[in-house]
């Protein structure tokens, strides 16, 4: 990884290094060349990494007063809540650290999707991001059930009723689910057990991220492969370090203003009424960062049908490395997939929008317009543009633009900080 | 391939694969098969309900096996609905008669089978079940008509064990 052989200064250093490479590794992390045009939208990966170690931590303190119990979950948050030691803080940082997370990795994915780090060599990263994307959807969902409140019960029902979508088992699944005829006591105790275990498996997934991001290095806004290291990189430490942490604390205010000022105001107050079997709220709706693919499973009117199309709507991003032919990354040199980009960030807002609201008439004809783009622009607009658009000269270098470079790049570069 | 014999080693590896994977099976089954329906949950299989309070027109909702059940006593004119309804109109055509066999009493599970929501009474397009979830109109025999739902709300298992009370199950 390193391209030179790293010795420590010390002695017990040299001695304890030889045994076990610790020090190689550190050194590795911080004299990491990193392209020097890297910008902000590079930053999330780190507000990501804080997101995730926010939600482990707070969520083992919550755990600690916390009883997984049909009878008792909704009266132990509640006495979280009122009684414990800043148990409010706790819970609605984490509450809150839920959706922060969603906004950073939407912003992450989206930033790959506009300069292309979907791309060879890099496609192994982005499908370890998609999978713990899906992980991460996994344990929002797992923990929103914990309250018992009752959008938990009805979002655990609701949700774990889509494996009766398939065929002949699909019923057999549900009940091995609920381990019961219906959302209980059993589906609470392992829905937290597997909503406790599943942080640690992304903690593992980011460490394959991060070191498969180490082998090639790291994408760039002009999305050129560069020289490492050379006059286009700078060391990780202290260039990137310092930017990331000014963009964490920017984040950091963000997710403050949520925690003391409208700790609810991304949740339902249905959850604060206790789980009742024989009432459905009148008005289910998922939490706001899965709404885009609710959206999607409510357009499509047969039932295994929304199912499918909701779950092609998250693994096509799995195929995106292949959907792309554009050999070409960045969408700063090329002005149509730039144009398509803005389109698909559009739709997917607009699925997100017709997600909240009720399935009938103007909402649900908008959601399967939006709905058959959205595929349209993975499967039929990607791969054809890829042989169709003319793509503008990319520069040699990162450093070329900025010693004179020449007058094609600099119209990119405007065009690029228009769309900042 | 074809000429290469088998001999006494392959069929170690043969033998060693297959009670291998008969052992990880074994070890495996009990980890999957805990999960299941546990036997206090079993053992809560039936319920009996007194009926004798339930007007014509109304519908009561209890509970068995953690699932609401619905209990209707449906008038003169909501049967002659049910009944006159024809086979080819329906998604998952259905008689009345099979359904509500006491044309009196129309007990079913009250679970859309779309995605498990319990559906409003006297609610939607055909005077019968709505599900505020995702649209399904359901008809007084709950019988799906419109929207997402595969098939029709289940009918338990039930028996009359005398004129005023169900046993459910």
């Known amino acids: ?420 | 391939m074809s000429e290469k014999k088998t001999n006494r080693r392959d069929f170690l590896f043969t033998a060693t694969y297959a009670v291998g994977a008969v052992g990880v099976g074994a070890t495996i089954w009990p980890m999957i098969d805990q999960m299941n329906p546990d036997a206090s949950v079993k053992a809560l299989a039936s319920t009996e309900v007194d009926v004798s309070a339930v007007n014509p027109g109304k519908t009561i909702t209890v509970l068995w096996r953690g699932k609401p059940v619905f209990i209707r006593r449906r008038t003169q004119d909501e049967i002659a609905e049910a009944r006159s309804v024809k086979l080819e109109d329906l998604k998952h055509p259905e008689k009345d008669e099979d359904r509500a066999v006491n044309p009196e009493w129309l007990v079913m599970l009250g679970v859309c089978t779309h995605l498990g929501c319990v559906p409003l009474d006297q609610k939607g397009e055909y005077n019968g079940w709505f599900c505020p979830c995702h649209g399904s109109h359901y008809d007084i025999s709950g019988r799906i008509r419109k929207g997402p739902a595969p098939t029709n709300m289940e009918i338990p298992k039930y028996e009359f064990v005398n004129a005023n009370t169900i046993k459910i199950g």
Request: contains cysteine; charged residues 10%.
């Open chain 1, 1 to 420: 990884m390193s391209d030179h052989e790293y010795t420590p200064k010390s002695k017990f250093g040299k001695w304890f290094n030889d045994r076990l490479p610790l020090l190689t590794l550190a050194n590795h992390l911080t004299d990491y060349p990193t392209p020097k045009n890297l910008n902000y939208w590079w930053t999330f990966g780190g507000i990501l990494t804080f997101c995730l170690i926010t939600q482990i931590v707070t969520g083992l303190v919550l755990a600690m007063h916390y009883i997984a119990h049909a009878d008792m979950a909704f009266d132990s948050v509640e006495h979280i809540m009122r009684d414990v030691n800043y148990g409010w803080l706790i819970r609605y940082i984490h509450a809150n650290g839920a959706s922060m997370f969603f906004l950073a990795v939407y912003i992450h994915i989206f930033r790959s999707l506009f300069y292309g780090s979907y791309k060879a060599p890099r496609e192994i990263i982005w499908i370890i991001g998609i999978i713990i994307y899906l992980l991460m959807m996994a344990a929002a969902f797992l923990g929103y059930v914990l309250p018992w409140g009752q959008m938990s019960f009805w979002g655990a029902t609701v949700i774990t009723n889509l494996f009766s979508a398939i065929p002949l088992v699909g019923e057999g699944i549900v009940t091995w689910l609920w381990g019961g005829y219906s959302v209980d006591n059993p589906t609470l105790t392992r829905f937290f057990t597997l909503h406790y275990l599943i942080p640690f498996l992304i903690l593992g997934l980011v460490v394959l991220h991060i070191w498969a991001l180490h082998v090639p290095g790291n994408n760039n806004p002009v999305g050129i492969d560069i020289k490492k290291p050379s006059k286009d990189t700078v060391p990780f430490h202290p260039y990137i370090v310092i930017k990331d942490g000014f963009a964490l604390l920017m984040f950091m205010i963000v997710f403050a203003f949520f925690v003391f000022y409208t700790p609810n105001i991304l949740g339902h107050a249905d959850n604060y009424i206790e789980a009742n079997p024989l009432v459905t709220p009148a008005h289910i709706v998922p939490e706001w960062y899965l709404l885009p693919f609710y959206a999607i499973l409510r357009s499509v009117p047969d039932k295994l049908l929304g199912v499918v199309a909701m779950l092609s709507a998250i693994l096509i991003l799995a195929a995106l490395p292949w959907l792309d032919t554009s050999k070409i990354r960045s969408a700063v040199f090329r002005p149509l997939y730039r144009q398509f980009y803005w389109i698909l960030v559009a739709d997917v807002l607009i699925l997100g929008y017709v997600g909240a609201m009720p399935a009938e008439g103007l909402y649900l004809l908008v959601a399967r317009v939006a709905t058959a783009y959205y595929f349209l622009h993975f499967l039929v607009i990607l791969p054809v543009l890829g042989w169709k658009e003319k793509t503008l000269p990319i520069p040699l270098s990162i450093t070329e633009p900025i010693l004179g470079g020449s007058p094609n790049l600099a119209t990119a570069k405007n065009k690029e900080s228009l769309n900042k």
